[in-house]
């Protein structure tokens, strides 16, 4: 979808827009100031902390601020621009929050999670740089980092989508312009698991199936997120119904102490958050965002997406309500429509039209409550689905023959869950926790010629997934930590239980060099309507997948980080995975897998095996005096195992990715009030598989039939893409612009799509992907 939606608008670009935003004035007379102010609180429990410091460093004069009571700091008249904030609490070990950025217009809220520390000292001295991507969880050791979201809005051509930024991490990758698609460690990115305020949601993105198509665009605007966790392996035992990864997504709180606004205007849409109190002096707040796709007005004035009108909008919201000093309430809602109607093609004699709608929804209530020893208990409701409608209409207008293909997907869960957490000692941490989810699903797929119309797939279905987790963290010195815990899951509809044990290890040699290692046993259900598939036999059917087992993904992780230098550091990570239970083709005439990634509409067996392996490298300098950089390579294979017991490569076995992205900032104006920003992002990826077809069974019948024994073994060629960014923010007294562009694909690489068989020409062909397209931004926040 987002091919037809941006395909063309590198031809078409609006230039009176860039000249309207660039002629606001680039300076300002005065020095501006800003507000900084938020929360602290142990690490482990989450308990706010009363009387902990906060200084900011090189102010001059010396600027700073104390918690109250339940944990609260405000700091005032922090010049706009970058700061860095230490945080000391007695007892505890000291915390600095580097080049934070500051506006004019907004507010800016920091919630900050201290570590007890082991010694009790008078004054706890910091001995070594603060890891700004340590992740939010603290039960992670190895393959999981947190993201932020100026890091969102910095990486070039992610369109401010953080599941686009993430494709610039060790072990990720996307050979697909136009897809939301998360591959990890060459997993097929259905393995992976996505939540929102800490229940589990489906893919969040626009134009998705869920299961299947990931979708195009993100629903989650970057005006709703807060820090939030990405995992690519060995995840604590916390997280269940994953076999790759781990998209752990947080919500920020909007402002409880004043109003604030901001709108944007761009090429992918028009997006207006607003935020602010319930009633002054109560420390609840709302925060609302809106979007809607401009495609379709931009297309009023120039014809930017021919042939289609896609549209898209979402609406996201949180709540917040605190019940005491003690009790906290938050419900959220996301919620997205995506349409796409193409104009009808003729061709000679024929016709044809094809329609695309879905929605996707999801919602949530989390009340959280400490006990007076700081003991956390949070229960979670949440709703969540996912609706696709697809026909395709074709007619040929010299016989009137008429056909139809239509295929209606409907996915829904409810779910409840509780997780209690007890801070033992400063060394130990218990962590425990339920989650009981409730599926539908119905999917409807039809076929019709002229009068007479089938049914191809008419199946209903539900289940029940249970899921269970105890974890701990012991601290057995400053340096030498360990995670250890068990997750366990029974699913109704084949009436498997599984116990998963997870364990992880942290050694810190000394401030510069820390080994880490990961195991765990992960496993995942696949969507309803593979389970309940319908079989034609007799005169009737049969659903031959309800007994097939969970599958299972058994991790191996080591790693080594150096601080090589003060902010930044290199990290190496090795890896195994050995996957079993896999869902392959009964039949061993036939090779395919859901571990491909794709809805396989026949019969299956869990006797496949899997098996994922390779080494990753990362250098990295947080952002620090105005530059950042991020490099990253990985080098992997994954194969499996079919019922022919013949190894294939997986669909996703692109070998390698190379990654680079890198960025500068500049203060411009007469009192240093502005910034310019410049980014640039490298990929380079092996290039994607395709399966030959079977030649001569085509010259016999003039029928395509892929050649089973040779699934997967064309590579096709290499994907490489160059991405740019400028930016320029201006901050004013009670407003704050930000103008960009972004260009994704600046050398206008012809990237191959997919590799198909024309049976007209008798040659395989391929499709190319996106040419080189700038995305225009324009934000700005009062």
């Not at 001995?127 to 700004?132: E, I, K, L, S, V």
């Not at 969102?152 to 993430?166: C, E, N, W």
């Not at 939540?195 to 299961?211: A, K």
């Not at 036999?537 to 080591?558: C, K, S, W």
Request: with cysteine; glycine share 8%.
């Amino acid at each position: 979808m987002l091919k037809l939606i941006l395909a063309n608008i590198c031809k078409k670009s609006n230039y009176a827009f860039l000249i309207v935003v660039f002629s606001i004035s680039i300076s300002s007379a005065q020095t501006l100031t800003q507000t900084v102010k938020g929360r602290v609180f142990d690490a482990e429990t989450e308990a706010p902390l009363l009387g902990a410091d906060i200084v900011v460093l090189n102010s001059n004069p010396q600027k700073g601020a104390i918690t109250d009571e339940q944990g609260f700091f405000r700091i005032e008249g922090i010049p706009v621009g970058r700061a860095s904030f230490q945080f000391a609490f007695l007892g505890y070990e000291d915390f600095v929050a580097y080049e934070i950025l500051i506006g004019s217009a907004k507010e800016v809220e920091l919630n900050i999670y201290l570590t007890e520390a082991l010694n009790q000292l008078d004054e706890v001295v910091l001995t070594a740089p603060t890891d700004n991507s340590a992740p939010n969880n603290k039960l992670a050791t190895v393959s999981a980092r947190s993201f932020s979201v100026e890091e969102t809005k910095r990486f070039p051509a992610s369109v401010s989508d953080p599941g686009r930024m993430a494709l610039s991490f060790a072990g990720v990758t996307n050979s697909d312009d136009s897809s939301n698609e998360i591959i990890i460690r060459g997993n097929a990115p259905n393995q992976l698991l996505w939540r929102i305020e800490g229940i589990e949601v489906p893919e969040p993105n626009h134009f998705s199936e869920e299961g299947y198509s990931p979708g195009n665009v993100s629903l989650v605007s970057t005006s709703m997120l807060g820090k939030s966790d990405f995992f690519t392996g060995a995840f604590p035992a916390t997280y269940g119904n994953a076999l790759s990864g781990v998209f752990d997504i947080n919500l920020r709180n909007g402002n409880s102490e004043k109003g604030e606004y901001a709108f944007q205007f761009g090429v992918l849409g028009a997006d207006l958050t607003a935020e602010g109190p319930f009633s002054k002096g109560y420390r609840g707040s709302y925060l609302v965002n809106y979007r809607y796709s401009t495609i379709a007005l931009l297309n009023q004035i120039t014809d930017v997406t021919p042939g289609s009108t896609p549209t898209f909008q979402d609406i996201s919201m949180k709540l917040n309500f605190p019940l005491g000093s003690r009790t906290n309430l938050s419900i959220w809602g996301i919620g997205g429509i995506s349409d796409e109607d193409e104009d009808p093609e003729i061709n000679d004699n024929f016709s044809s039209e094809e329609i695309f709608k879905s929605k996707t929804y999801m919602s949530g209530l989390t009340i959280s409550h400490f006990f007076k020893n700081n003991d956390k208990l949070e229960t979670r409701l949440s709703y969540s689905g996912n609706a696709s409608d697809y026909v395709f209409e074709s007619r040929n207008t010299d016989t009137s023959d008429f056909f139809e293909e239509s295929d209606i997907l409907r996915n829904n869960a409810f779910r409840i869950s509780t997780d209690y957490t007890k801070k033992v000692s400063a060394k130990t941490t218990i962590n425990s926790g339920a989650i009981l989810s409730f599926l539908n699903y119905d999917v409807l797929t039809t076929e019709t010629f002229n009068d007479q119309s089938r049914d191809l797939v008419r199946e209903e279905g539900s289940g029940t997934m249970a899921q269970a987790y105890v974890q701990g963290k012991y601290r057995f010195t400053t340096d030498f930590s360990t995670t250890f815990g068990l997750h366990g899951t029974y699913f109704s509809v084949n009436e498997d239980f599984v116990v998963e044990p997870r364990l992880g290890l942290q050694w810190s040699i000394n401030p510069n060099h820390t080994l880490s290692a990961g195991f765990g046993i992960h496993s995942r259900r696949m969507p309803l309507n593979q389970y309940f598939i319908n079989i034609p036999e007799g005169t009737g059917f049969r659903t031959p997948n309800t007994d097939l087992d969970l599958m299972q993904a058994v991790h191996y992780i080591i790693g080594h980080d150096w601080r090589i230098i003060k902010n930044g550091h290199i990290k190496v990570e090795v890896y195994y995975q050995d996957l079993n239970k896999v869902a392959v083709s009964r039949d061993p005439n036939f090779t395919a897998s859901y571990l491909n990634g794709q809805f396989v509409p026949i019969e299956l067996t869990d006797t496949g095996e899997g098996r994922n392996y390779g080494i990753e490298f990362t250098f990295e300098k947080f952002f620090s005096r105005q530059y950042y950089f991020l490099a990253t390579a990985s080098l992997y294979d994954t194969k499996y195992r079919a019922s022919d017991g013949n190894w294939y490569d997986s669909a996703y076995n692109y070998n390698y990715t190379f990654n680079l992205v890198g960025g500068k900032e500049f203060t411009v104006g007469k009192k240093q009030n502005n910034t310019i920003g410049l980014n640039a992002r490298t990929l380079v990826n092996g290039g994607k598989r395709a399966t030959p077809i079977d030649q001569e069974f085509f010259d016999q019948t003039g029928e395509v039939r892929l050649e089973q024994s040779l699934r997967n073994t064309i590579e096709l060629d290499n994907y490489f893409r160059l991405d740019a960014s400028i930016y320029y923010r201006l901050n004013r007294p009670k407003a704050a612009h930000r103008i960009s562009l972004d260009v994704q694909n600046v050398t206008n690489r012809k990237n191959i799509d997919r590799a198909f068989f024309n049976p007209n020409t008798g040659q395989l062909e391929t499709d190319l992907q996106l040419e080189l397209i700038p995305f225009i931004n324009y934000r700005i926040e009062f």
